[in-house]
């Protein structure tokens, strides 16, 4: 459960209403039971048959006033199988923010617009067993970036954020990622675009319909080179358990690639649910050892992940 952290010794200090002020911990334990070809079944934390990657966070926001509002986030990744922590303390999020009726300015290490652009449309709530994230990224790129100064406007169901990093924090190269989503009912409309000076750039292009009984979601991917595909998949809820089918299928030259996974969630209440999944990493024609981007063709895996 998210705890607000009354006791700061830092607001106490200086002064500032706690009424105006709230710092909060928070977090997720996930951890699952795994099988992969050629590998014997095992305990997996922060693996691919994971829901999502175990972690602790502490984020805030104090009220200026006048509408303006200054925030921060700090992340940490944890493995709950074995306790240790990433290498890098913060890796996960580091960021401060401004926002108010101009919008929204952020600076500092965070997930990418084009993160949040696919995140609008697919079905899984990208978790690492996704076939659309293990397929083609999240529009080509990575999932987090440092260094980024991105701007976000929101109004009537509409969202966009633009996000630059500068060539000294790039490698000499600077990179612009960006996001269009509209959002409105059962609707759910996404473009994510994102580009590196001297590369090429990589678009997505998705959405998502809730009929009630089932949603629908399919996307449009160029990885900016000779490889492009597409999307498809479809969730049923069924009380608290939902089913989830997703394929992601990617053309290239001399190749053709398909992924799909086969997710059940089983809801024990609104911050706990089982799954069960499978996971078919298609064969990327020996572009990597054994052909597969994870390692191996099939995965089978059940686990289980708390937010708090």
């Avoid at 809730?210 to 629908?216: E, I, R, Y």
């Avoid at 398909?258 to 999944?277: M, Q």
Wanted: positive net charge; aromatic residues 12%.
């Amino acid at each position: 459960m998210k705890k607000s952290l009354i006791a700061l010794a830092a607001l106490a200090a200086s002064g500032v209403a706690m009424a105006q002020s709230s710092v909060t911990l928070y977090g997720v334990a996930d951890l699952s039971l795994a099988k992969s070809n050629g590998v014997s079944a095992q305990m997996s934390g922060n693996g691919v048959l994971n829901n999502g990657n175990s972690r602790l966070g502490v984020r805030g926001v104090e009220d200026l006033g006048g509408g303006l509002k200054a925030s921060f986030n700090f992340e940490q990744g944890i493995n709950a199988e074995n306790g240790k922590t990433d290498a890098n303390t913060w890796q996960r999020n580091a960021w401060m923010a401004l926002q108010g009726n101009f919008g929204r300015f952020q600076f500092g290490r965070t997930l990418t617009p084009s993160f949040f652009g696919v995140a609008a449309w697919e079905l899984t709530g990208t978790a690492n067993y996704s076939a659309v994230a293990n397929q083609f990224g999240f529009a080509g790129g990575p999932t987090r970036n440092d260094s980024v100064f991105q701007y976000t406007f929101a109004a009537n169901g509409f969202q966009g954020t633009l996000g630059y990093i500068a060539k000294p924090d790039n490698g000499g190269n600077s990179k612009y990622d960006l996001n269009a989503i509209y959002a409105q009912g059962p609707l759910a409309v996404a473009l994510s675009y994102n580009k590196t000076q001297t590369l090429k750039g990589n678009m997505a292009l998705g959405a998502k319909y809730d009929f009630g009984s089932f949603v629908l979601a399919g996307s449009l991917q160029n990885a900016g080179g000779p490889s492009k595909g597409f999307t498809i998949g479809g969730t049923v809820p069924l009380g608290a358990f939902a089913v989830t089918l997703d394929i992601a299928r990617e053309n290239g030259t001399g190749m053709k690639n398909t992924d799909f996974v086969l997710e059940g969630k089983y809801a024990l209440s609104k911050r706990t649910f089982a799954y069960a999944v499978y996971y078919k990493d298609g064969d990327a024609n020996g572009a990597l050892p054994g052909g597969y981007a994870t390692g191996a063709k099939n995965h089978f895996g059940v686990g289980l992940r708390h937010n708090f």
